[in-house]
């Protein structure tokens, strides 16, 4: 197990090296310049600074000088400064990453203990009113764009009935509209997941001998169905959870959230490329790391899956 | 399936459940305990009700003249303090300060709030567009490239140090050493010279009237014990100033506190802390406010259409200090259009659109139909008598000077946007022109890529634009680079690329002129030149939208384009203060 986990870890690498060069060449080629979108459009007479400010940064040298000077800063750990605010592109991620790791958790959290539950009750009523009314439910929380769950919900219970802030972050009350968003449109994939998964398990043999053996409707649902329905909804949750460090844009703009997506999107709108880096780096590998985790649950919800 | 391997399922899922719920509440917990940092409260005394002598506020004529200029009398009437004093304003903004050094800050159509209350320039605009000493006691020209100031005494920073001629004169030379915006606009002075600890003497490259505007913003007085102290580090991690309120934490893309500085020379201010919080989306930042959660904001034209009229909140517009307007590529070889290199076309252009339509499409109303290249905030230089082109369109006249110029049947052109505000502005300048038979493909391009083929490439037949100038809010600032024959290049900003020697001459002469009359005589002059060419097409003048709820006396919006909300600045009685229960 654990040199699975290690040889994983290693996989880390050339992952990294990827996205890296990756990045780097899309940006590069990308129209726009990170002194033109940081200083350019803004009131000043003489622009013969402009010119002076890319050669201290080397933003004219060739392209594999550059990556090149990252990657060789990269593994002395430094992340390089913002071109826009002069901050250490590794102060920046710290402050954000947090944020945006609550923000996402308690989202994944909801989204499970939301979507599974619902899912069971629909899969066990199947055909009956309810679960017509639940599968009706779900599509329409997994079609709902964000922007407008978040905009709904924000006037529904923050503006009309004032029972949480608006916008902005700093107490737990600030969370739950934003996690809240994010969450109830996952659980839409999960309540459908964990249903036609469950269906499907239900009809197997051996389902029918545990009836047979005398366990009650409920052991068997939630102790033997569910259990072997779990693997795809873990897989993605894991997924979702990866998409979200930086997916999570769009709600982090609407509630004024400072997390990782919005700085990611800032850098990128402004070109500063070592944020673009930084940001795109530490997500990237929480992916790889989070698929990691996820095929480690994988063992100990299925004894049948096995690493070596 | 065995019980036992049930069993051990149901072991790992209580398990897991425990943990999960464990490691949540901790790391929430911990999370919050992490932001909620003890925050200094310094408990409210009486604030002094009597301004002093130093804060006096006087004025001097916004255009130096090359006789001498001398700080005038102050005015006999004192401003009286009346406010309460204590409370904290939350301001809700669009945009986070770049950085907190005044150097590299990205001034701009953004807030300057943060900078504007925890540095000091040496002189400042007040509410009516007049110089003001600020940080210098008193300031004369001595003559036409000499300037002197009396730095005010027993000024403090944040830090403890003592602002003397010594630090000012390291400030200037730092702007002027350090490629960064700031290089640029103070580009006239040459050099810096104290004649004794508390006397400073600018001198000049060349004589213009552009050098005092220039020191009003984005020229916010540093500690240099700071900058020395932090280095690179300085602006991100701390601001040191000498202004009424100190910086106390930044969170980048999150929030500023900022807190009474005790030892301020001025008037101390009432409310304890100014809270800047960052909320990008215009829609909540309205929302925010009509809860109270924040107490005062900037608003996009719909949610200001809706809160008109509420009684919970307070509406104030700015006079306008920027212009939406499309500019007319005049350079034959990066433009593919050449029906627009004649004039009559130009024109025809100008009288086809339905400005009056484009303010109640776009703007709600809260703009005002566009004239010339001069905002209305520069209350002396704007002028309706200017109007050439009414305010809405005249169909007939435009269709006569196509036929004229030999389009009776229009032509097809472009029309690039990179804003995220000018998809619709550009829609609706599409179907206007399609009723002279103008078709108009637009070209919507990402904000970095649009911004690179406007002022690097150049290439485009008609790009829309905002402009707010170069520089100071002097007629110079707003058009001097903007239509300068030899600002043709690359990141230069004539983006008409307009080599018109009649233009060329006007804008030298702006800056040469000495009195206001003349001034204003150059500068109708120059308007009319672009008004009658058409390079360009002036829009609307949207005006700056800032609201408050109940709880907050006495505020106004500053008429100069780089101020942000402006709360205590006592040279010019910006006093705000808080009704608190």
């Known amino acids: 197990m654990l040199k699975y986990i290690l040889r994983r870890c290693l996989m880390l690498v050339p992952v990294v090296l990827g996205v890296t060069l990756i990045i780097f060449v899309i940006m590069k080629l990308t129209p726009g310049d990170p002194i033109l979108n940081v200083y350019g459009i803004q009131p000043t007479g003489d622009q013969s ?18 990556y090149s000077k990252f990657l060789w800063r990269l593994i002395q750990g430094d992340l390089g400064r913002s071109i826009a605010s002069n901050k250490p592109v590794l102060s920046l991620i710290s402050e954000a990453l947090p944020n945006t790791l609550v923000l996402i958790l308690s989202a994944v959290a909801i989204a499970a203990l939301m979507g599974i539950p619902i899912g069971v009750i629909s899969a066990v009523r199947q055909g009956t009113r309810i679960d017509h009314t639940i599968r009706i439910a779900s599509i329409f929380a997994v079609s709902m764009p964000d922007f407008w769950l978040a905009l709904v919900l924000m006037l529904v219970f923050s503006y009309y009935l004032g029972l949480t802030p608006i916008a902005g972050h700093g107490t737990i009350q600030h969370l739950i509209l934003p996690s809240s968003t994010l969450g109830i449109g996952m659980s839409g994939v999960i309540v459908r997941l964990t249903r036609s998964n469950l269906l499907e398990i239900m009809r197997q043999d051996f389902i029918t001998a545990a009836y047979a053996r005398g366990l009650s409707r409920t052991k068997v649902i939630w102790r033997h169905a569910l259990r072997n329905a779990l693997i795809p909804i873990v897989t993605v949750l894991g997924l ?33 490329y070592p944020v673009v880096l930084g940001t795109l780096l530490v997500t990237s590998s929480a992916y790889v790391l989070i698929n990691l985790i996820v095929d480690i649950i994988y063992a100990y919800i299925d004894p049948r899956v096995q690493y070596e | 399936m065995s019980s036992s391997t049930v069993k051990g399922f149901s072991r790992y899922l209580v398990l897991a459940v425990v943990l999960t719920a464990l490691i949540s509440v901790i790391g929430t917990s911990a999370y919050f305990q992490m932001l909620v940092q003890p925050q200094p409260y310094t408990k409210t005394t009486t604030v002094t009700q009597t301004i002093t002598e ?14 001498q200029v001398t700080t005038p009398a102050p005015p006999s009437e004192k401003p009286k303090l009346e406010g309460k004093p204590g409370g904290t304003i939350t301001i809700a903004v669009e945009k986070d300060e770049t950085s907190l050094d005044p150097i590299f800050s990205q001034a701009g159509v953004f807030t300057d709030t943060i900078l504007n209350h925890v540095y000091e320039t040496l002189i400042a605009y007040d509410y009516n567009m007049n110089l003001v000493p600020r940080l210098a006691e008193s300031f004369r020209q001595v003559d036409p490239i000499t300037f002197e100031f009396s730095i005010r005494k027993g000024v403090k920073f944040h830090d403890g140090t003592e602002l003397d001629g010594e630090v000012v004169k390291w400030n200037i030379e730092r702007i002027l050493t350090t490629p960064s915006p700031r290089q640029g606009q103070l580009s006239m002075v040459d050099r810096v010279e104290t004649i004794d600890k508390y006397t400073v003497r600018f001198i000049l490259k060349f004589p213009t009237s552009e050098f005092l505007p ?29 202004g009424p309120y100190k910086l106390v934490r930044w969170v980048k893309g999150d929030q500023a506190v900022l807190e009474r500085y005790n030892d301020y020379w001025g008037p101390k201010p009432y409310m304890d802390r100014i809270i800047l919080r960052v909320i990008p989306e215009a829609s909540v930042r309205a929302l925010s406010l009509e809860r109270g959660e924040v107490q005062l904001a900037q608003l996009e034209p719909v949610d200001a259409k809706r809160l008109q009229g509420s009684k919970a909140i307070n509406l104030y517009l700015g006079e306008p200090t920027r212009m939406i307007m499309i500019s007319i590529n005049q350079n034959p070889e990066t433009q593919g259009t050449k029906a627009l290199l004649d004039k009559r076309v130009r024109q025809a252009i100008n ?55 030999g389009y009776p049947d229009g032509f097809e052109t472009t029309l690039l946007n990179f804003f995220p505000w000018g998809l619709p502005v550009a829609t609706v300048i599409q179907a206007q022109l399609a009723k002279v038979g103008i078709k108009v493909e637009i ?99 949207p005006y700056k939208i800032h609201a408050s709820t109940q ?8 008429p100069h384009p780089w101020y942000g909300f402006v709360l205590w600045m006592p040279v010019i009685e910006a006093f705000v203060w808080l009704e608190q229960d």
């Open chain 1, 49 to 66: 600074y402009i010119a002076e400010l890319r050669d201290k940064l080397g933003l004219d040298d060739p392209i594999y000088v550059q």
């Open chain 2, 351 to 405: 009288y086809a659109i339905d400005r009056r339509g484009l303010v109640e499409a776009i703007q709600e109303g809260f703009a005002i139909a566009g004239i010339g290249p001069i905002p209305p905030a520069l209350k002396q230089f704007w002028s309706e008598a200017l109007r050439m082109y009414p305010e809405t369109a005249d169909i007939e006249r435009a269709k006569q000077l196509l036929a004229e110029a």
């Open chain 2, 214 to 242: 220039a020191l009003t913003w984005g020229t916010g007085i540093v500690s240099k014990a700071a900058v020395e102290k932090y280095g690179s580090d300085y602006g991100t991690v701390a601001a040191i100033g000498t």
């Open chain 2, 551 to 558: 709880v907050v006396k006495n505020y106004r919006v500053h």
């Open chain 2, 54 to 67: 130093q804060a006096r506020t006087t004025t001097v004529t916004m255009f130096i003249t090359t006789t």
């Open chain 1, 240 to 272: 979702q959870l990866g998409f979200l460090i930086a997916g999570a844009f769009f709600v982090e703009w609407i509630f004024g959230w400072p997390g990782i997506g919005r700085l990611t999107v800032q850098a990128i709108t402004q070109r500063d």
């Open chain 2, 443 to 541: 070209n919507n391009m990402e904000f970095g890529a649009g911004a690179e083929q406007l002022l690097v490439k150049r290439k485009y037949d008609m790009a829309l634009h905002d402009w707010a100038g170069t520089g100071a809010p002097t007629p110079f600032g707003v058009v001097g680079e903007f239509f300068d024959p030899t600002k043709v290049g690359e990141w230069q900003w004539n983006l008409q690329n307009v080599k018109d020697p009649i233009l060329g001459w006007l804008v030298k002469e702006l800056v040469r002129q000495p009195d206001f009359n003349a001034q204003k005589g150059v500068s109708d002059a120059l308007q009319r030149r672009v008004i009658e060419e058409g390079y360009g097409v002036i829009l609307f003048y």
